[in-house]
């Protein structure tokens, strides 16, 4: 279990974080979501002890993380990088050796890697040769090199195309599958929604809501939807809510607790053409609890 | 320590492939290996002369070799045809063809004056010359030397500082930086860079020393290379070592401060403008090695660094002076990596705007 508790930073007079705690378990996804300047960085980077908190600790298994430790932490940092020059073997290599593998084990890891990331072939190519989409599966082979026991991801989506999206999901699906704790960020909420067991939702330096994304979803404010066709304008009247009307179809969006109060009054007006519970995107559920 | 040794590794292993630094090292040392051999180039070894003769001839000493000629025309020919270096009419006028060589010209003036004397009547006792134990005046082979060291230490000591600067916020801008320290310690990070790249300027010195010795051997020059010059190089490497480590950590806390390459020139420039002025005040040592300026200074760090290695070339240093300037050296040295390492640390995270050093320590 990765797990950071009541994290405290402030950098100079501006505060970063006050009170930021999360866990990710074993094999579960997590999505860490927050508008920009929230602290996302900043609680990534804390875990990977490149900061040092005024308050609080970051712990796997509930031993407090050391640098020891964090070598079997895979780090991708927000912009990421790599040394243009150096040779996509020789810099797996490097990192394998600088996180404790013995020449002999980092050998063995490089060629695992390089076939699982299907960069056969650019062992002896200089990284700034490579494309970029390369260049991001060389940047996951350093994360992954250690065979780390979870991984902290900034952004790792960011700037990828569609296909690279989806060969970086299958690899961090494969990892959780394998038992890897997951902690990534991103703003893309449609794909943290897709691959993600649960969410962090970080705002102005402290965590808003932390959980499973099926728990999320039952805690937000269930909205109700009706179509109904041929009704008179003014049905609605009686209900709170978006009501619009498209030719002689009205759509009201209503947030309330008598459902069936709605569906009687939609059915006196005319033909209920639909009535549901609208499920909260990612998205709707981040903008509620961030506002 | 092994991380320490693995980024040192690194460091040699990735800067010593590339073309710049293979470039500068075969240059420098063909530059050395070329002025080896710059004195038997210029020095035709042939210190005689031969001059055509008409009428009387002067005692000139063994370096003269007269031929006979019976007219002044015979010997201009013989003059213009390059056979003879000079021509003497009546002992009493000296010709050349369009010049006359310095050293012949003494030798006849000594020999005309001495004639005109001899015929005067007048003998003259030769002066004594002998010396009491004192200061001897430079010798003009060191003085040289310690001029060459000048430029070559000036030259490595930059190129190493520079090249930990760069390699600094290459790791800076590009984020690498977060992932090393996520596993290894500043300190070791910042010391096995600047290890890393002391060897290598440690590796073109030995590659130019060798250069210089070997090709002066090829040149058959070696016995006119300064005596103790086995102690003048240990000493050189010695304080190559000191003062690239504390320039290259002057520029590693400096070049910390910066996230682009483009903001490096800026901000190293307190750390440039004391490497020129250490530069041009070792000249100035290596001319006047025994003046108190060069005494001061060849005691004072960070100017330590290249005027005691230039003023132990171009002259004899008393020990005490040596083993003062070397302790403070290191104990500067010690100082600066410590401070460096502690900006480094703060600054090293920090990307954007160019840092100052105030922000870092409030």
Redesign the interface.
């Known amino acids: 279990m990765l797990e950071a508790k009541d994290l405290h930073k402030a950098f ?1 007079e501006k505060v970063a974080l006050s009170g930021v705690s999360l866990k990710v378990a074993p094999g579960e996804i997590m999505g860490f979501v927050g508008a920009n300047g929230a602290g996302k960085t900043t609680t990534m ?1 804390i875990i ?4 040092t908190p005024d308050l609080g600790t970051s712990s796997w298994n509930g031993a407090p993380l050391n ?1 020891q430790q ?2 079997r ?1 895979g ?12 040779k996509v073997a020789e810099q797996i290599t ?2 394998a ?4 593998l013995s020449a002999s084990d980092a050998a063995a890891a490089v060629s695992r890697l390089v076939g699982q990331l299907s960069l056969e072939g650019k062992e002896n190519t200089a990284v700034e040769a490579l494309s970029l989409g390369n260049q991001q599966r060389v940047q996951l082979a ?2 992954l090199v250690a065979d780390p026991v979870a991984l902290v991801l900034d952004e790792p989506f960011s700037g990828l195309d569609p296909i690279a999206v989806d060969s970086l999901v299958e690899v961090l699906q494969a990892r959780a599958a394998e038992g890897v704790a997951v902690l990534f960020s991103s703003h893309q909420l449609e794909l943290v929604e897709r691959i993600c067991d649960s969410v962090s939702i970080i705002s102005a330096g402290q965590m808003v809501t932390s959980g499973p994304v099926t728990q999320l979803r039952a805690q937000a404010e269930r909205k109700l939807k009706v179509v109904v066709r041929g009704a008179e304008n003014g049905w609605a009247q009686g209900f709170d809510g978006d009501f619009t009307t498209d030719a002689d179809v009205q759509t009201l969006i209503t947030v309330t607790a008598d459902d069936q109060a709605v569906l009687r009054s939609a059915l006196q007006a005319g033909r209920v053409e639909q009535f549901g519970w609208l499920q909260p995107s990612l998205a709707e559920i981040f903008r509620e609890v961030v506002a | 320590m092994k991380e320490f040794f693995l980024v040192a590794a690194r460091e040699i292993k990735v800067r010593g492939r590339t073309k710049s630094f293979v470039i500068s090292l075969v240059a420098s040392a063909l530059l050395v290996a070329a002025l080896a051999f710059l004195p038997s180039f210029f020095d035709d070894g042939d210190s005689s002369f031969t001059v055509g003769v008409v009428g009387q001839e002067l005692a000139a000493g063994p370096d003269v070799t007269y031929k006979k000629f019976d007219t002044s025309a015979a010997a201009e020919e013989a003059l213009r045809a390059g056979e003879v270096d000079a021509m003497l009419l009546d002992g009493q006028t000296l010709v050349g063809d369009g010049s006359v060589d310095t050293d012949l010209e003494y030798l006849m003036r000594q020999a005309y004056q001495q004639a005109q004397l001899t015929s005067a009547g007048v003998t003259l006792d030769p002066l004594n010359v002998s010396t009491i134990a004192g200061k001897e005046a430079p010798d003009g082979a060191r003085v040289a030397l310690a001029n060459l060291l000048v430029i070559l230490l000036f030259m490595l000591i930059m190129f190493t500082a520079m090249y930990v600067a760069i390699g600094i916020v290459e790791e800076k801008s590009s984020r690498i930086v977060e992932i090393l320290l996520a596993s290894v310690k500043p300190w070791q990070l910042l010391g096995g860079k600047i290890v890393g790249l002391v060897v290598l300027g440690f590796v073109n010195l030995l590659v130019i020393a060798a250069a210089g010795l070997g090709a002066s051997a090829a040149a058959g020059e070696i016995g006119s290379l300064p005596s103790g010059i086995g102690g003048i190089v240990a000493n050189t490497f010695l304080w190559f070592l000191l003062g690239s480590a504390f320039f290259a950590a002057l520029a590693a806390a400096f070049g910390s401060l910066v996230s682009r390459q483009e903001d490096l020139n800026g901000v190293l420039s307190p750390m440039t403008m004391t490497l020129i002025i250490t530069y041009l005040l070792s000249f100035f040592v290596a001319t006047k090695p025994e003046s108190t300026v060069a005494q001061v200074f060849s005691m004072l760090p960070p100017f330590s660094a290249m005027a005691m290695p230039v003023r132990f070339a171009a002259t004899d240093v008393p020990l005490w002076q040596i083993l003062v300037s070397i302790v403070v050296m290191v104990v500067a040295t010690i100082g600066v990596m410590m401070l460096g390492a502690r900006i480094y640390q703060r600054a090293v995270l920090r990307t954007g705007a160019r840092l100052k050093l105030a922000q870092l320590f409030k």
């Open positions: 100079g980077r990977m002890g490149l900061l640098l964090r070598r932490l780090y991708m940092p927000e912009e990421r990088g790599l040394y243009p020059k150096m490097y990192f050796r600088l996180r404790g350093v994360a």
